[in-house]
């Protein structure tokens, strides 16, 4: 039931969203020079395609609703819920706000105490792992991908600002 | 017989100088290195070495850039098979059966497909290369904006038959990569589009974060969401890079020479390159095959075709730089600076002027795709070995290195906002059965595509029957049309079939 309610509001999202799309197009800025294949000239076409497959698209899902009615003539049941079972989805979604949070640490502390703050999360999150794996694992990763990304490939990373730039530079 | 000259006098230059090939096996398990860590690419493979080129003389440079480039275009599928993340922009394509054929247990064999599609297709373009140098870029010049614009098509509409039950989810998801590659400013007015105020939009979407995005870091959002029993599973596998068997090889040669014959192709066209190349050979295997449902499930065929495609578009696109000294692809582009620095000028008169140097480079191609069969292998089982940790330390790890290569590529933080919004994405994508192919299909040839529709639309005054009755492009779209209607006909078949099981009450 969730995933066919998704899929329907995703649905919908496009549709609504070519549609506004659209209208930023028509706001692009006109040469004369290019007068019919201006700026706006093929995200045009890529939204009205877009919004004509969303509203076929909806109605598949309709369709396949009463589809699955008539075959089960039970109570529609929205979505298939097999996918959605079995998924650990705090997990998930955990998951993704620690990636975001890596993000900002990388701007903010600089690659190596982001990544083994990250890794160390990240591992309890999923968990499943040994207490020695956890802890030491991640420590011997940053800094071997550190030497070869700085030392062997003299390719920067983030350093972060203020005091932890500071403790960056005094690694590369 | 100039040709057989020039190969004898190259060939006794090679064996007189043994730093040749050192340099020869050097480029190319750097270039597998390089190409199987996300992020990282042959461009960038080639561009550290330019410097040190600078100490050799021209020949021993070109030969060993040659060599990185072979073995980063094979090297990017060992990551895309073993974890779902593409080390390489052309093994995006490997992804689609490369990693299902992985997660049966079949992790060696699909190396093995991988490996011997890429020697086989990498011998083809460089075959082609050294006999049809000269008549290739003469065909490619009559390559025009519509022609260029049809070939993007034809790779586009193949992805009504990828991998869905749905044709019309397989289009939205191809539909949403073309409206994503109008972000930035337009190739043509140079207008801001879609940025909406941020400046550090305006380069664009760039394609490497978005596909490590959609690939690597939603397959990792994906796993973690797994039982833990499900990951300890995995944990236990092994991976024997095992080489098909010459029967197999004999079952595939169809796919083979098509998509060789396609990489070789599109490898001449300059600025194409070996991307293309494996979205299209991929393409057209699942438009001629006779079960296309069966591609994304890990089919040999799925790896053969973007593989065998890519590594002949490495030889299809020295063609336009040793001839015309147009560079055929990003990665040649970068070379051209390998050959400036000895003040050689590819063009008409290098192969008149510096014969040893053309003729020693065809060589050295054709061995590096011979040592990219023995060092592939290795560094596959070795990366294989990854495998047996624990993928509760393996998922972080892939997101950090992914973090890390997208930053490496330009510094640029928004290519890491990319690889985040687009991971997410590609994870509620999947969830909601879109397949994430034609999203990548599109990204890559909508500029592609508009560009040359609007140039075309321009040289033939807006007059869109003239651009789609040029002959070439003309029967490219005439293809792209049927198998669209194709597609939608098979899906409404399926769901006639399905009505029929159940009738209304």
């Known amino acids: 039931m969730v995933k066919r309610i998704v899929d329907l509001v995703f649905t919908v999202a496009v549709f609504v969203g070519s549609v506004y799309l659209w209208f930023v197009a028509d706001r692009f800025p006109e040469f004369l020079k290019y007068k019919n294949v201006d700026s706006d000239f093929w995200p045009k076409i890529i939204l009205a395609t877009m919004a004509i497959l969303s509203l076929c698209i909806l109605y598949e899902n309709i369709a396949a ?45 600089g690659f190596i105490i982001a990544t083994i703050v990250f890794m160390w999360l990240a591992i309890v999150v999923i968990g499943g792992a040994g207490k020695w794996a956890a802890v030491v694992f991640p420590l011997i990763f940053t800094v071997g991908l550190a030497l070869i990304f700085v030392k062997g490939l003299e390719l920067s990373l983030p350093r972060g600002v203020w005091l932890f730039r500071d403790l960056s530079l005094l690694f590369y | 017989m100039e040709l057989i000259q020039g190969f004898i006098s190259a060939f006794q230059y090679l064996f007189n100088h043994p730093l040749n090939w050192l340099l020869l096996l050097f480029g190319t398990i750097w270039g597998i290195l390089f190409g199987c860590v996300p992020g990282l690419t042959g461009i960038v493979g080639v561009a550290l070495l330019i410097p040190f080129t600078f100490t050799l003389n021209p020949i021993e440079g070109l030969l060993m850039l040659g060599a990185v480039y072979v073995g980063s275009t094979f090297g990017g599928s060992i990551s895309a098979i073993l974890f779902n993340t593409p080390g390489a922009p052309e093994a995006a394509c490997t992804t689609l059966d490369g990693y299902p054929m992985a997660k049966k247990g079949q992790a060696g064999k699909a190396i093995g497909y991988a490996l011997s599609a890429s020697a086989i297709g990498g011998l083809f373009g460089t075959i082609v290369l050294i006999l049809l140098a000269p008549p290739l870029s003469e065909m ?78 939603s397959e990792v959002l994906k796993r973690s969401g ?25 079952d595939l040669k169809i796919t083979l020479l098509r998509s060789s014959i396609i990489g070789t192709f599109i490898g001449v066209l300059p600025g194409v390159g070996a991307t293309t190349a494996a979205f299209i050979g991929y393409s057209e295997a ?30 299809g696109s020295m063609v336009p730089l040793l001839s015309m000294g147009i560079p055929g692809s990003a990665t040649t582009a970068v070379m051209i600076g390998g050959l400036t620095i000895h003040g050689i000028i590819p063009g008409p008169m290098l192969m008149v002027q510096n014969q040893d140097l053309v003729y020693s480079v065809f060589i050295g191609m054709l061995i590096a795709n011979v040592l990219m069969i023995f060092f592939g292998i290795k560094i596959a089982s070795q990366f294989g070995k990854i495998l047996k940790i624990p993928y509760v330390l393996v998922g972080p790890s892939i997101i950090v290195l992914c973090m890390t290569g997208v930053f490496a590529l330009r510094n640029n933080m928004m290519d890491l906002v990319v690889m985040l919004a687009l991971g997410g994405f590609g994870y509620l994508l999947q969830e909601l059965d879109y397949p994430i192919a034609p999203l990548i299909i599109g990204l890559v040839l909508g500029p592609i595509a508009e560009v040359s529709l609007r140039r075309a639309m321009i040289l033939n005054n807006f007059d869109i029957i003239a651009v789609v009755t040029h002959p070439i492009a003309g029967v490219m779209l005439l293809i792209s049309a049927l198998s669209l209607i194709y597609g939608l006909y098979g899906q409404y078949r399926r769901q006639r079939e399905r009505k029929k099981i159940s009738p209304a009450p």
């Open chain 2, 286 to 315: 699942v438009r001629w095959s006779k079960h296309p449902e069966k591609f994304g499930t890990g089919v040999p065929e799925g790896i053969v075709a973007p593989e065998s495609a890519n590594n002949s578009a490495v030889g």
């Open chain 1, 65 to 109: 609703v009463r589809l699955q009615r008539r075959e089960t003539k039970a109570p529609v049941s929205l979505g298939d819920d097999r996918s959605v079972s079995g998924v650990r989805w705090k997990t998930v979604i955990a998951m993704g706000v620690l990636c975001i949070a890596y993000y900002w640490g990388l701007n903010l502390f």
């Open chain 2, 140 to 217: 490619a010049l009559a390559f025009g904006p519509p022609e260029y614009f049809a070939l993007a098509i034809l790779g586009i509409t193949a992805i009504a038959s990828i991998g869905t039950k749905s044709v019309f989810k397989s289009l939205l998801s191809g539909m949403i990569g073309l409206g994503l590659a109008t972000v930035g400013m337009d190739p043509l007015t140079s207008n801001a589009r879609f940025n909406f105020g941020s400046k550090l939009l305006l380069t664009g979407i760039s394609f490497i974060p978005a596909i490590i995005g959609l690939f690597a870091l």
């Open chain 2, 226 to 250: 797994e039982s833990l029993r499900a990951m300890a599973v995995d944990a236990g596998s092994k991976v024997l890079t095992k080489l098909p068997s010459l029967r197999e090889i004999w």
